[in-house]
């Protein structure tokens, strides 16, 4: 299940961004002290090594939602859990907005690579863990944890960000609906071999006796995977709708559905903005602004008739 706010303690914001942290990370964190309190000579190490596990997942989802930002999407809320981090984004729909939003979140453990290597190394050269173990165990730790977190993510299993890279990748080639149909199913299929492996190699015993946290982050990706076909679907069934193509939003530049799908603000009912001009035909008041159904942002409708007619004029370049 993906958290939510229920649940969840606001800790901070920063760049516009409310930051969340379940009440479940305490929890395992509590039981992850417990289970290598013999790792350091003192609790206060394993706190630390925490804490920097936090701040790393942390830096990864700023770099999602800063991404997402760029594109012009939309990205204030970020919830930590103990299964790692969610950055609540909503890009454009448009591959290449997709793709740099998913990819700034490992390309923030890349570029903290060589930053913690480098750390180790001076560390160890100016004779800092000389006889210090404690330090030296956690600085080797912070490294493996970012090492280990960009590996994993970047596994092309949805909806990890390998997943989704690859997702938005095919994106270009099959469009938005076949590209995510493809990228579940691959997931789903390689979540099935990486099972039937682990029952075969191990049994049931040992995977819940030894791999059980393993298992409870294969049966959360089964469950995204098959939320990601169920919004395939829908997603095929939207794009067969008629369109209007002499309008285009001006932030995705998608042609809007053809049809009652806008409820007036005055009255509640549904009606079509474009065929009468952003006027509700049951109470007769104009609608200031049409949101976009495919990336929620609204606009005046003589920006959207503007945005078609620069579309028009030459080719529309989708960042």
Same mark, same amino acid.
């Given at each position: !299940?993906?958290?939510?706010?229920?649940?969840?303690?606001?800790?901070?914001? &920063?760049?516009?961004?409310?930051?969340?942290?379940? #009440?479940? /990370?305490? @929890? @395992?964190?509590?039981?992850?002290?417990? %289970?290598?309190?013999? %790792?350091?000579?003192?609790?206060?190490?394993?706190? &630390?090594? %925490?804490?920097?596990?936090? *701040?790393?997942?942390?830096?990864?989802?700023?770099? =999602?939602?800063?991404?997402?930002?760029?594109?012009?999407?939309?990205?204030?809320?970020?919830?930590?859990?103990?299964?790692?981090?969610?950055?609540?984004?909503?890009?454009?729909?448009?591959?290449?907005? @997709?793709?740099?939003?998913?990819?700034?979140?490992?390309?923030?453990?890349? @570029?903290?690579?060589?930053?913690? $290597?480098?750390?180790?190394?001076?560390?160890?050269?100016?004779?800092?863990?000389?006889?210090?173990?404690?330090?030296?165990?956690?600085? %080797? $730790?912070?490294?493996?944890?970012?090492?280990?977190?960009?590996?994993?993510?970047?596994?092309?299993?949805?909806?990890?960000?390998?997943?989704?890279?690859?997702?938005?990748?095919? /994106?270009?080639?099959?469009?938005?609906?076949?590209?995510?149909?493809?990228?579940?199913?691959?997931?789903?299929?390689?979540?099935?071999?990486?099972?039937? /492996?682990?029952?075969?190699?191990?049994?049931?015993?040992?995977?819940?006796?030894?791999?059980?946290?393993?298992?409870?982050?294969?049966?959360? $990706?089964?469950?995204?995977?098959?939320?990601?076909?169920?919004?395939?679907? &829908?997603?095929?069934?939207?794009?067969? !709708? +008629?369109? =209007?193509?002499?309008?285009?939003?001006?932030?995705? =530049?998608?042609?809007?559905?053809?049809?009652?799908?806008?409820?007036?603000?005055?009255?509640?009912?549904?009606?079509?903005?474009?065929?009468?001009?952003? *006027?509700? +035909?049951?109470?007769? &008041?104009?609608?200031?602004?049409?949101?976009?159904?495919?990336?929620? $942002?609204?606009?005046?409708?003589?920006? #959207?008739?503007?945005?078609?007619?620069?579309?028009?004029?030459?080719?529309?370049?989708? *960042?």
């Amino acid at each position: !299940m993906t958290p939510s706010h229920s649940g969840s303690i606001r800790l901070f914001r &920063a760049a516009g961004i409310q930051v969340f942290l379940h #009440w479940s /990370w305490f @929890v @395992v964190a509590v039981i992850q002290l417990t %289970y290598r309190r013999n %790792y350091y000579s003192s609790l206060a190490w394993n706190i &630390a090594e %925490y804490v920097a596990l936090f *701040v790393i997942v942390l830096l990864h989802e700023f770099g =999602h939602s800063l991404a997402c930002r760029q594109t012009g999407g939309r990205a204030n809320e970020i919830v930590l859990w103990p299964l790692g981090g969610i950055a609540f984004v909503s890009p454009p729909p448009r591959a290449g907005a @997709v793709l740099w939003s998913i990819a700034a979140g490992p390309l923030v453990n890349v @570029v903290l690579f060589p930053l913690l $290597m480098a750390l180790t190394w001076l560390a160890g050269d100016l004779g800092w863990t000389d006889g210090n173990r404690d330090l030296a165990r956690f600085l %080797y $730790m912070i490294f493996l944890i970012n090492e280990v977190l960009l590996i994993f993510n970047l596994l092309p299993i949805y909806p990890l960000d390998g997943g989704q890279i690859l997702q938005s990748l095919l /994106w270009f080639k099959l469009g938005r609906a076949r590209s995510l149909y493809v990228a579940s199913v691959l997931g789903l299929a390689t979540l099935a071999a990486a099972g039937i /492996w682990g029952l075969l190699r191990f049994g049931i015993e040992g995977l819940l006796g030894n791999f059980l946290w393993t298992c409870l982050i294969g049966l959360f $990706m089964a469950q995204r995977c098959a939320t990601g076909l169920k919004e395939a679907k &829908a997603l095929r069934q939207l794009e067969r !709708m +008629p369109r =209007h193509r002499d309008f285009s939003c001006p932030s995705c =530049h998608q042609a809007p559905l053809g049809g009652p799908y806008w409820q007036c603000a005055n009255c509640q009912n549904r009606f079509d903005p474009f065929s009468t001009n952003a *006027v509700c +035909p049951h109470c007769g &008041a104009r609608q200031p602004v049409t949101p976009c159904p495919l990336c929620g $942002m609204a606009h005046p409708l003589e920006q #959207w008739a503007r945005s078609r007619r620069r579309g028009e004029d030459g080719p529309v370049i989708n *960042v």
